[in-house]
């Protein structure tokens, strides 16, 4: 049973606009949220989290959004760039500290120039 | 940040044959992690191992398939042993980190590519 599910596996963008990010989870106990990146041959970087005690957080050119009574969260990267060309992780834990992260099977994104 | 290294970085294995991946940190840490990646999957946890205790295993992976050594702070290693084809992964090691603000999140190495014929 997947508890975190991203439904798009890949998502094409032009240089500059908006890149949207979807993640939806199914155990209402999650409450500590994070999304990642990954370049082919590294490891997942870290980009942004939330708790569920906020239903936004903002660093930069991204912002993540919660919707705990949908079970939904998403990034977005306002504007898009090259670089950000990568494949985005989403993570969910029940309680921060414990570390125990169910990740989502990953949306690949395309920035193009 | 923590710099993570991981050896080997990937490796073609038979069948049967066991392979063990290092993973070294450069600060202590009480915690490491181990996870895996199946191809077109998420990531996994493995277990988590602690210095001077035995691996804690998540459900569905045993310390006889998956050894894991923690010798000090900085240092661990996963054994795959007696391997078959299902176990061709990227295996990937971490650690306990604040990201910016505060975050708590993981920060990750760069992972063992791991193919078995």
């Known amino acids: 049973d997947q508890q975190v599910k991203q439904n798009s596996p890949s998502l094409s963008v032009q240089e500059g606009r908006i890149s949207i990010l979807n993640c939806d989870y199914t155990?209402?106990?999650?409450?500590?949220f994070l999304w990642y990146k990954k370049y082919p041959a590294e490891g997942p970087t870290f980009l942004i989290s939330?708790?569920?005690?906020?239903d936004k957080n903002e660093d930069g050119r991204f912002t993540v959004f919660l919707n705990k009574s949908a079970k939904h969260l998403s990034l977005h990267i306002v504007p898009s760039q090259p670089g950000d060309s990568a494949v985005y992780f989403c993570a969910a834990s029940v309680g921060e500290g414990t570390y125990k992260y169910i990740f989502g099977t990953g949306t690949r994104l395309k920035v193009l120039a | 940040s923590a710099v993570i290294s991981q050896k080997p970085s990937r490796d073609i294995c038979q069948r049967g044959t066991s392979l063990t991946i290092q993973c070294q940190v450069d600060s202590q840490v009480t915690m490491m992690f181990w996870y895996r990646q199946q191809p077109g999957q998420s990531l996994t946890l493995i277990a988590t191992a602690n210095q001077g205790s035995e691996a804690t295993y998540e459900s569905g992976f045993v310390i006889d398939k998956f050894p894991i050594s923690r010798p000090n702070l900085t240092f661990s290693t996963l054994t795959v042993s007696n391997m078959s084809p299902e176990d061709s992964s990227i295996y990937l090691c971490?650690?306990?980190?604040?990201?910016?603000?505060?975050?708590?999140?993981?920060?990750f190495g760069p992972g063992t590519r791991l193919l078995v014929l």
């Open positions: 971490s650690v306990p980190l604040a990201g910016g603000r505060g975050q708590e999140t993981q920060y």
């Open positions: 939330i708790s569920s005690i906020k």
């Open positions: 155990n209402s106990m999650f409450d500590y």
